[in-house]
């Protein structure tokens, strides 16, 4: 989760990752930032995450997102 | 059959009327009659192609759907017998059988698409390449006829097929109800590009009348009809003669034609939707949203996110997000990380993908370079924006403006001068008149135009100016109510006169300020020809 964490920081500095429960709803990120996120996650962890997994309630907070990638890691 | 027609007022009316008057389990076949009957007004021969799309997507979507069914049962019968490699196996096997589907539909389906609205564009190019080359001989172009509404309706099918693909809707089974959701006419000319999802959950249930609901949607669609025939209307004579002309309409002239353009452009593509939505909520129907007061938008990044909602998102669901995390994009997004470290590694796949949306987006207005130019343009202001960014922050953590009201309106207005210099090349015939339009503005010096009647002899006399002033301080005032809630709502907690007089004096507007008269035919819709 930390490392999520530090990821998402570095992205938005600004914003406080570990209580914001909107991200998308309150275009905290962007299209843009999404697809770089994606990038990141995919060269941090070993998942993949695909347009299908792009959905609001998978990256409005950070929990979500971290619950996305345990399960594609679970996946396999 | 414009809704701006009579025949249309007509139609919606006894449309409405029958819907609420017989039986509930006649409105679905009613509204699927009535859509055939909208489409058939345009044209019988038509109506193959949006029947061709509906039933390949149907079919394809059903097939996607039993085999997602299929491959669910048995990985469930087989839970204990297989591993996680073998149940990993077997669901990228499905997979790419579904994938097949998908693929030979969406070529099916994008190909009449590209072929309808494409060749002669592509052949044009063609034959200029062939005179650049000095060849002499040119190809003919086909007489294609651009079937009424296939850039809205194959958008709306393709969405819903790579859901079905993506598991995220189930697959529609009944063949009569997919082609509702397909040709549905309210959305069938201009969009919204609704999402099955979405639309599905109120278009097939039966419907009781419920008069608030009806009378809402009417009001909705005569302030449609306002923006449409009162704003839009009025200074489509003023646009069309400035562009018109391009030699005798210069620097001066030419911001008129942006500004009159970007506020005609927004009270009939606006207009129109609320007509969509407003007889869709007659109809009990919810139709998303397609605008949310774009023209508030503090840049172009926001402005892109509140206008034409359901075509921005369209593109970004079902290509930017597929390209860009596509295995070819994240191979690219190695190799530029590896070679050019990782601050533009991580960028560049994001700007590649985003080049693609912004060339299809322009493409997908029009077969014409002045659409793809436009698409261009949005995509180099918007990258420059996201390269400008941490610039922005400086200036932000520097000076305290941000949030400052003198501020933000400084950011709208700088926002919207940039929409109208976009919108502007929509307009044009050519790229050509367009460079030259624009750059008129900085050559010609003829600003004495603004004050000295000049305007007066575009087609719009001085009344005309006073009335689309008071139309746009209205259109300006509802979008400043409708940021605390809906306009109608307040509206409706009014007393009962107030509201008469309110909605009484909007349908006189409309009739009595409406830009017809004597042999005046309302013109089509802007997004119409899209």
């Known amino acids: 989760m930390e490392e999520l964490l530090e990821i998402l920081r570095d992205m938005h500095p600004d914003v406080d990752f570990e209580t914001e429960e909107h991200l998308i709803d309150n275009g905290i990120l962007d299209s843009l930032d999404i697809v770089s996120l994606i990038s990141e996650i995919s060269e941090n962890f070993d998942v993949t995450i695909t347009a299908k997994d792009i959905l609001p309630e998978n990256f409005n907070s950070a929990q979500a997102l971290y619950e996305l990638v345990r399960r594609l890691e679970d996946e396999g | ?530």
């Open chain 2, 1 to 530: 059959m414009l809704f701006t027609s009579y025949a249309f007022l007509g139609f919606a009316a006894g449309l409405l009327l029958l819907y609420y008057l017989l039986p509930r389990r006649c409105q679905q076949p009613l509204l699927l009659g009535a859509s055939c009957l909208f489409y058939l007004a345009a044209g019988p021969k038509y109506i193959l192609y949006i029947l061709f799309t509906a039933l390949t997507v149907w079919f394809t979507g059903v097939r996607m759907g039993r085999n997602t069914q299929k491959a669910a049962a048995y990985l469930k019968e087989h839970k204990e017998e297989l591993g996680k490699e073998e149940k990993k196996a077997y669901r990228e096997g499905q997979k790419r059988v579904r994938r097949r589907w998908l693929a030979g539909c969406l070529v099916l389906n994008i190909g009449v698409l590209a072929v309808v609205k494409y060749t002669n564009f592509f052949l044009a190019n063609l034959n200029g390449l062939l005179t650049a080359a000095g060849r002499t001989g040119q190809l003919s172009f086909f007489a294609l006829a651009l079937p009424m509404g296939i850039s809205f309706y194959t958008f709306q099918a393709v969405g819903y097929l790579v859901d079905v693909y993506r598991g995220t809707v189930e697959a529609e089974e009944g063949p009569f109800r997919f082609l509702l959701f397909v040709s549905f006419f309210p959305q069938l000319i201009q969009g919204p590009i609704s999402r099955f999802g979405d639309l599905s959950q109120t278009l097939y249930a039966p419907h009781a009348f419920d008069g608030r609901q009806v009378s809402f949607g009417l009001q909705r669609m005569l302030w449609g009809y306002f923006k449409k025939l009162v704003v839009a209307d009025r200074l489509l004579a003023a646009v069309m003669t400035i562009v018109g002309d391009v030699g005798a309409y210069q620097g001066a002239y030419a911001v008129v034609g942006m500004l009159f353009y970007t506020v005609q452009l927004y009270a009939d593509f606006t207009g129109g939707i609320d007509v969509t939505i407003g007889l869709a909520q007659a109809l009990g129907i919810t139709v998303k949203e397609n605008f949310e007061r774009p023209y508030f938008s503090k840049s172009l990044k926001e402005y892109w996110r509140r206008w034409h909602i359901s075509m921005c998102s369209w593109f970004r669901d079902y290509l930017f997000y597929p390209l860009s995390t596509s295995k070819a994009m994240q191979r690219f997004t190695k190799f530029t990380r590896k070679n050019l470290g990782d601050k533009v590694g991580r960028r560049l796949p994001v700007y590649v993908s985003s080049f693609v949306v912004w060339f299809s987006t322009g493409l997908w207005h029009g077969a014409s370079w002045n659409f793809i130019v436009w698409g261009l343009l949005n995509y180099a202001v918007l990258m420059a924006s996201e390269e400008l960014e941490p610039l922005y922050a400086k200036f932000h953590a520097r000076f305290s403006v941000e949030g400052r009201l003198w501020y933000r309106l400084l950011q709208v207005g700088r926002t919207f001068a940039l929409v109208c210099v976009l919108n502007i090349f929509d307009c044009y015939a050519t790229l050509g008149e367009t460079v030259q339009a624009i750059g008129s503005v900085f050559t010609v010096h003829n600003w004495g135009v603004l004050w000295d009647g000049s305007l007066l002899k575009l087609g719009l006399a001085g009344l005309d100016y006073g009335i689309l002033t008071g139309g746009c301080f209205l259109m300006l005032g509802v979008s400043l109510i409708q940021r605390s809630g809906s306009v109608r709502e307040r509206i409706g907690r009014r007393p009962y006169w107030v509201r008469f007089i309110l909605w009484y004096g909007l349908f006189l507007a409309v009739l009595l300020m409406g830009a017809y008269g004597v042999g005046y035919d309302a013109s089509q819709f802007i997004y119409n020809r899209f």
